[in-house]
């Protein structure tokens, strides 16, 4: 899957991208016509230690699945958009299931 990483003002690690990209690369396992995924990383700024979103949208034929996540570090929120996204990936294949 094509995933691409834009960070808000800042500069990304590549250690980072390379992370985000093997953790949305796992989404293909529940779900095999995801097209792309487009991440942004941004810094809020707050004194509070949570200041970091991960926002991820994932294009899937006829639709896209939107995932916004703030947390303590951006792998962390990687973790957490990627699960939520898993959940929300079994959900649609069951319903284009056919049912016999």
Known sequence: MKVNTQSV?????????TFIQKRMDKLDLF?????QSNVYLKLDNTSSKENKIFEARVHVPGDSLVVKKQCKSFEEGADMAASSLERQLK??????????
């Open 31 to 35: 779900y095999d016509k995801v097209i």
């Open 91 to 100: 959900k649609r294949k069951q319903k284009l299931r056919p049912r016999s």
């Open 9 to 17: 003002n800042f500069n990304a690690d590549p250690k980072l991208i």
